[in-house]
């Protein structure tokens, strides 16, 4: 959970945009997507092999 205080002369701007940016180094936003639809585990499990193999086939290309 974010907390925020507003901190004395800070303007509402600037709190809106430390809050985001508290947001996003906590990483709530980008669990709210992974969380927006149900997602069966084998096709987490499949996202995730194809991953590794794409960055696998990267590797082997880039140290040639």
Do not use: Q, W
Request: charged content about 50%.
């Amino acid at each position: 959970m974010v907390k925020l205080r507003l901190r004395e002369n800070e303007s509402i701007n600037e709190a809106v945009k430390r809050f985001r940016k508290l947001v996003e180094h906590a990483g709530v936003k980008k669990e709210m997507r992974r969380r927006e639809y149900y997602e069966k585990p084998s096709d987490i499990n499949r996202r995730t092999r194809r991953r590794s193999e794409r960055r696998a086939r990267l590797g082997r290309l880039t140290n040639m």
